[in-house]
């Protein structure tokens, strides 16, 4: 499941909108994922921190996304398993690990 782009309600939306997210992490011992939203409000992406999905990117048409977006890293929740209303896309190992390394990177920074 990791590197797959699922959709899903976020915990903190009033509006129970399905959101597009990408999995960035399993914890199969409980049934939960760390997902990162992605949002098409492309004024909102942060250099060095998210990842912008355009028409650019390689891996833009394996995404499933209709329009360019950004993987906010700023938007991190838990989901478990049974909160994912299905998957429509994923993006490469090397995009994934890639995205996991500027989180790990951001989080020890002082």
Do not use: W
Request: hydrophobic share 40%.
């Amino acid at each position: 499941m990791e590197g797959k782009i699922i959709v899903t309600v976020f915990p903190q939306d009033e509006q129970k909108k399905l959101r597009p997210a990408l999995v960035l992490r399993e914890f199969p011992k409980y049934g939960d994922v760390l997902v990162c939203g992605i949002t098409s409000r492309l004024y909102q992406y942060e250099k060095d921190l998210d990842l912008l999905l355009d028409f650019t990117h390689p891996d833009f048409t394996k995404t499933g996304l209709k329009a360019p977006g950004v993987c906010r890293l700023n938007m991190l929740t838990m989901l478990s398993v049974e909160n994912i209303n299905g998957t429509i896309g994923k993006v490469s190992s090397d995009t994934h690990h890639g995205l996991l390394n500027v989180l790990a990177d951001y989080l020890v920074k002082k």
